[in-house]
């Protein structure tokens, strides 16, 4: 049978298991699937913070899904989600993928990402002295402000309660990148080498729509394509719809991958 297989990657404040429903959307489709957790991210919901998880970098996250993409005998596709899809890029930047998909990717280093509606959600965390040094976990009105504005009370309230902790140091090289010495959010889209699609989301509050064009015209001319979601937020992995905007990602990446024999 024919496979490719598609790597997964979650974002901040998440998990593995949010790609549930898109493992087995892509699994119907003929796709070998991988849901890797993020550095410190293999634990349980409810679990305490893993020692060193607030000094866990954007880097470690990306060699963890470069030591996986280099043990597989072809290059994967990645589909990604707010964190994850600027990590999707970090890693294209370090080796070969077939194609990268990024829903709401968080954005790289030299955007200007300050806009009211993240000073809502990240406002508070970044005002805790050291945040950066510390993991970070958010309040329930927060993410409903920011992530899970477009589900009912009831979907948002489940969201939450599956929520873990997240690195305070990758969210300041996020969001600070111009203070971080270290760059760890550059993407050099010169080394990429592979196709990419950019989704935004209208409704998005956590990364609007326009941080995502902006990413996407960094890429050169042809090498990066940009949708934006009408009546979509940032929650576009359990948002009403959720099926459609999957089977655009699996149209999309068989117009560019031809499938390996495994």
Not at 48 to 70: C, F, K, Q, R
Not at 82 to 104: D, Y
Not at 201 to 222: E, M
């Amino acid at each position: 049978m024919n496979k490719s297989t598609v790597i997964f990657i979650h974002g901040m404040w998440d998990g593995p298991g949010v790609w549930g429903d898109y493992k087995k959307h892509f699994e119907a489709n003929g796709f070998k699937t991988l849901a890797p957790a993020l550095k410190h991210h293999d634990v349980k919901i409810g679990d305490p913070p893993p020692e060193g998880l607030g000094t866990t970098s954007l880097t470690d996250y990306a060699d963890g899904i470069v030591d996986l993409v280099n043990s597989l005998d072809h290059p994967p596709i990645i589909v990604a989600h707010s964190l994850g899809g600027l990590v999707a890029q970090l890693v294209a930047a370090r080796c070969k993928l077939a194609c990268v998909v990024a829903l709401c990717p968080a954005p790289p280093a030299g955007i200007f990402a300050l806009r009211f509606s993240t000073l809502k959600i990240f406002g508070r965390i970044s005002l805790t002295w050291a945040y950066w040094r510390k993991p970070t976990f958010p309040t329930y009105k927060e993410m409903r402000y920011g992530v899970f504005n477009r589900i009912s009370e009831a979907d948002a309230q489940k969201g939450f309660q599956n929520c873990l902790w997240g690195s305070g140091l990758a969210l300041f090289e996020i969001g600070n990148w111009a203070f971080d010495k270290t760059k760890a959010s550059r993407v050099d889209v010169d080394k990429i080498s592979c196709p990419v699609l950019i989704f935004g989301a209208q409704y998005d509050h956590i990364v609007p729509a326009s941080l995502c064009r902006a990413a996407a015209k960094r890429y050169p001319p042809g090498a990066c394509e940009y949708v934006e979601l009408p009546d979509h937020a940032h929650w576009v992995l359990g948002e009403d719809g959720w099926e459609k905007i999957a089977d655009r990602c699996i149209d999309w990446i068989k117009s560019k991958v031809e499938k390996p024999t495994v």
